[in-house]
C-alpha cells in the first residue's frame, strides 16, 4: 500500500487547510482509514476515522472544526481542518489501520500568526 499526504502549509490562528491523502495498492473502497498527527515531543495520536461511508471518530479536541471524508472513485482520504488552532501544528499522517505500517511520508502543518 502506498499513501501520499498533500495541502499542509502555514497557516494563521482560525484559517483552514484541506488535506488530502492519495492511497494506492489496496482495494481503497473497503478499508477504514484514518488521520493521525504528531507534535514534536509528542505521541502520534488519532484525530478521525472514516469507514466505508461514515464517520467513526474524531478526537474531542477536533471535534466541530475537522471534517474527515473520503472519494473512493478517486482513493482519497481527505481532512478539512477549520478554525485552526497553534496546538494544531503538527505532521499529519493518513493510515489504513487494518493493515500495518501502512503510513505514508506525512504533510507538516503549522498554525502560527
Known amino acids: 500500500v502506498q499513501l501520499v499526504e498533500s495541502g499542509g502549509g502555514l497557516v494563521q490562528p482560525g484559517g483552514s487547510l484541506r488535506l488530502s491523502c492519495a492511497v494506492s495498492g489496496i482495494d481503497f473502497g473497503v478499508y477504514v482509514m484514518a488521520w493521525h498527527r504528531q507534535s514534536p515531543g509528542k505521541q502520534r495520536e488519532l484525530v478521525a476515522s472514516?469507514?466505508?461511508?461514515?464517520?467513526?471518530y474524531y478526537q474531542d479536541a477536533v471535534k466541530g472544526r475537522f471534517t474527515i471524508s473520503r472519494d473512493n472513485a478517486k482513493n482519497t482520504v481527505y481532512l478539512q481542518m477549520n478554525d485552526l488552532k497553534p496546538e494544531d501544528s503538527a505532521v499529519y499522517y493518513c493510515?489504513?489501520?487494518?493493515?500495518?505500517?501502512?503510513w505514508g511520508q506525512g504533510t507538516q502543518v503549522i498554525v502560527s500568526s
Open positions: 472514516v469507514g466505508r461511508s461514515e464517520v467513526l
Open positions: 493510515k489504513v489501520p487494518m493493515i500495518a505500517h501502512s
